[in-house]
């Protein structure tokens, strides 16, 4: 097993809401004591319906957010504590490509200008010569021609973009790759192409990713592991095929019947098995297990106890406090 | 055979017989959707033809710009104002097509109902849920406000909504996305169409919220016959609920069939390149994704002959310069000059 790249432990981010109730605001738990270690070479999936918290963990990683509580620790260094200006160079190594490609590229700089950018503040030693090298290199890598350089963002459909985002993010070989939905914009035929891309780009250069999606087809092609989340607390952590082939979690089971097979023998059967209910809201989370109000298998006991997250098996963790009766017995 | 998640271990249920005998609702006929723009005309839809029969439901995939919307708009006379329409739509029977906007509105809402992605930019905002529902019951039937009221409760129970009577006082945006849409359903089952066309109606859902909508409307196909038209760009989505399916592709039908046909023995190398290129979530992580090269097709400069050419692999020369007819076969149609072959069906 690899070494950690990166550990979260305990990490919370709480935004303030709306006005003022008894003098003190009302605080949105987005993201609530989630444990994490990210290892070096990996790619993690991270899942769950929209609100769950996605984003704000991934940009928490960054530093885009500060959390309110626990610690990030970047290669044994503790980061939620440093200013912006000793965060910098840690910047280097930590990348993200966010969901809208052309959104994300700025409309008045050129291909060339955008993907060097990142290069001009963290590689200052590089001369414009070797700048343009390091560009075409890693536009050929992420299949594009070399001669867009002196093109526009509003020149390229949504999946080149998106290899242009990619590109950018990866002009300095960063150790963590973030993608926030990096697919989810693009027509089916280039969600594909996208996937594919990513794990070239791993295997060539064996970054690790944090990959955000809703899409769990796409997660289980390109994920080692994934992350399931509820409410922003962790519900379940597994390898790949484990998670979806058996998974512990009501939750994880609930979100997996409800994806669609695109094969009209399995498919109708599986219209009426996905979960019933909507979020609840973040303001006001259940007590007890805050899954239970959705859960096929609660009982009065989860309105009381809050389940621990903890490994059910090696490298398997759940937080349900019926996981193991309600575990699909005669399964592999 | 890939495993299958625990989760879907059940019984295999069938979809509905297919309903080749029944009556058609819609009969299109060479549907053609022009936009004159300073640059040119757009060609956005042509020589689509397509007929849904009572109690059936027609998925329409494709990509984007592949001409889905816009086909469905122009029968219900809502294209933008640069629009040019050519071919005939015939839905019971009478044309829609040129039809006066009184006219239409008297069949639109009523017997034929349409809902979108966006259930915001279909519902009034300043309106409050029951007033919506009730609307198009006062404005079609005669109905007092009071039983308009009464079946406005009604339909929201219908279509699952939960707390429905405190609902009815309540504006679109203190409604939840899944809520929203159900909202937007009730309002298009109001005067029991006999056809819903329902536009990317869970898009912009989460899967969950997404499943639970796809039962809504199969419950609502099977127990009230309403024929149905789905347009997606999600394969799982139709392989559900429809009977059978249209795949469009550069803003023509380039394969109709059964949902099993279509789906499972494809005729043209377009549809086989898209259900391979879509992961799907039964299959495991070390499953191949085959990818289609290139991007849909800009309407504005459609390659000549087969559009799909510049991205076919089975794509020979006559595929550049001849465009291949729908031709029909054991009562499936694609239009391909170098098909796939599959056998004797089984
Ligand atoms: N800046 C903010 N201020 C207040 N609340 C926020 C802020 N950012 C996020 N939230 C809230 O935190 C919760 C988690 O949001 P987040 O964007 O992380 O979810 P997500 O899982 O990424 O969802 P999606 O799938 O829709 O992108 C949501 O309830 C959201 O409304
Ligand atoms: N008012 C308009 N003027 C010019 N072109 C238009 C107009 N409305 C639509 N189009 C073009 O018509 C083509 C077909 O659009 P349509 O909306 O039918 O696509 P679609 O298959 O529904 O795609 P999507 O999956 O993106 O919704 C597109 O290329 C679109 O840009
Ligand atoms: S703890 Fe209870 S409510 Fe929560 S997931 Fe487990 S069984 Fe369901
Ligand atoms: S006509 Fe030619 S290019 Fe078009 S789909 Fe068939 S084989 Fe491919
Ligand atoms: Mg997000
Ligand atoms: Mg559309």
Redesign the interface.
């Known amino acids: 097993m690899s070494d950690s790249l990166l550990t979260l432990r305990g990490l919370s981010v709480w935004f303030p809401i709306g006005d003022r109730l008894f003098g003190r605001k009302p605080m949105l738990h987005a993201v609530e004591g989630v444990d994490l270690d990210l290892r070096a070479g990996e790619a993690l999936g991270i899942v769950g319906?929209?609100g769950c918290g996605k984003s704000t963990l991934a940009r928490a990683v960054l530093q885009l957010v500060r959390p309110t509580h626990g610690q990030v620790v970047w290669m044994g260094r503790r980061i939620e504590e440093l200013s912006l200006g000793e965060l910098r160079p840690l910047r280097r190594d930590l990348q993200i490509v966010f969901q809208d490609p052309l959104a994300s590229l700025n409309p008045r700089l050129t291909i060339g200008e955008i993907v060097a950018e990142p290069l001009r503040v963290h590689r200052p030693e590089l001369d414009s010569a070797g700048r343009k090298r390091e560009v075409a290199d890693i536009l050929g890598r992420v299949g594009l021609s070399a001669d867009i350089i002196n093109r526009y963002p509003h020149e390229f459909?949504g999946?080149?973009c998106q290899r242009i985002g990619i590109a950018r993010a990866m002009v300095l070989r960063p150790k963590l790759l973030i993608c926030d939905e990096p697919v989810s914009a693009l027509?089916?035929?280039?969600?594909?192409?996208i996937?594919?891309l990513l794990k070239e780009l791993k295997r060539d250069f064996g970054m690790t990713i944090l990959f955000v999606s809703?899409n769990?087809?796409?997660v289980?092609?390109l994920?080692?592991r994934v992350l399931v989340l509820y409410l922003g607390r962790t519900m379940e952590l597994a390898p790949?095929?484990e998670l979806?082939?058996?998974?512990l979690h009501p939750y994880t089971?609930?979100?997996?019947?409800?994806?669609?097979?695109?094969?009209?023998?399995?498919?109708?059967?599986?219209?009426?098995?996905?979960?019933?209910g909507?979020?609840p809201s973040p303001l006001s989370p259940p007590s007890g297990c805050v899954f239970r109000t959705r859960c096929p298998d609660a009982t009065a006991q989860c309105e009381r106890e809050v389940p621990v997250f903890k490994a059910a098996e090696p490298d398997h963790h759940v937080a349900c406090l019926r996981w193991h009766e309600l575990r699909?017995q005669n399964?592999r | 055979m890939p495993?299958?998640?625990?989760?879907?271990d059940?019984?295999?249920?069938?979809?509905s017989p297919m309903t080749t005998t029944a009556a058609p609702v819609l009969e299109i006929e060479d549907l053609s959707v022009r936009f004159a723009t300073p640059d040119g005309e757009i060609p956005a839809v042509n020589d689509f033809s397509l007929t849904i029969r009572a109690g059936e439901c027609i998925g329409v995939v494709g990509?984007?710009g592949a001409g889905k919307s816009q086909s469905f708009l122009a029968v219900m006379g809502l294209l933008a104002s640069n629009a040019r329409v050519a071919g005939r739509a015939r839905f019971e029977g009478r044309e829609l097509l040129g039809r006066p906007a009184e006219e239409l509105n008297q069949v639109r809402g009523s017997r034929l109902s349409m809902i979108f992605q966006d259930p915001m930019t279909s519902l009034t905002p300043h309106m409050r849920v029951g007033e919506q529902i009730s609307e198009s019951l006062l404005r079609h039937t005669s109905t007092t406000p009071a039983q308009a009221r009464a079946r406005a409760l009604a339909l929201l129970n219908r279509v699952h909504v939960t707390d429905a009577e405190r609902r009815l006082d309540q504006y679109p945006h203190e409604l939840?996305g899944?809520?929203r849409q159900r909202v937007m359903i009730a309002v298009a089952l109001a005067c029991d169409p006999v056809m819903l066309i329902a536009d990317e109606p869970t898009t912009a859902l989460?899967?969950?919220?997404?499943?639970?909508i796809?039962?809504l409307l199969?419950e609502l196909k099977r127990e009230q016959g309403m024929a149905m038209v789905l347009v997606t760009?999600?394969?799982?989505?139709?392989?559900?609920?429809a009977d059978r399916v249209a795949v469009m592709y550069g803003g023509r039908l380039v394969e109709l069939g059964t949902?099993?046909q279509v789906?499972?023995m494809p005729h043209h190398p377009y549809t086989q390149?898209?259900?391979r290129?879509?992961?799907?979530?039964?299959?495991?992580?070390d499953?191949p994704?085959?990818?289609?090269?290139g991007?849909?097709p800009n309407p504005r400069r459609l390659p000549p002959g087969c559009a799909f050419h510049p991205r076919c692999e089975q794509a020979q020369e006559r595929c550049r310069s001849e465009r291949p007819p729908l031709v029909e076969r054991d009562g499936a149609r694609f239009a391909c000059h170098f098909p796939i072959e599959w056998g004797a069906p089984a």
């Open positions: 319906e929209s459909s999946g080149q027509d089916v035929s280039i969600q594909a192409q996937v594919n809703h769990l087809a796409v289980r092609r994920c080692e790949t095929d979806y082939e058996r998974p089971r609930g979100l997996l019947a409800a994806v669609p097979i695109p094969d009209p023998d399995v498919q109708p059967a599986r219209l009426g098995t996905s979960l019933g909507e979020l699909p399964r | 495993s299958t998640p625990a989760t879907a059940l019984p295999a249920a069938g979809h990509e984007s939840s899944g809520m989460d899967v969950t919220i997404q499943a639970q796809l039962q199969a760009h999600d394969l799982g989505v139709v392989a559900g609920i949902v099993r789906l499972k390149a898209l259900l290129s879509m992961p799907r979530v039964d299959e495991p992580a499953a994704l085959v990818t289609i090269q991007q849909p």
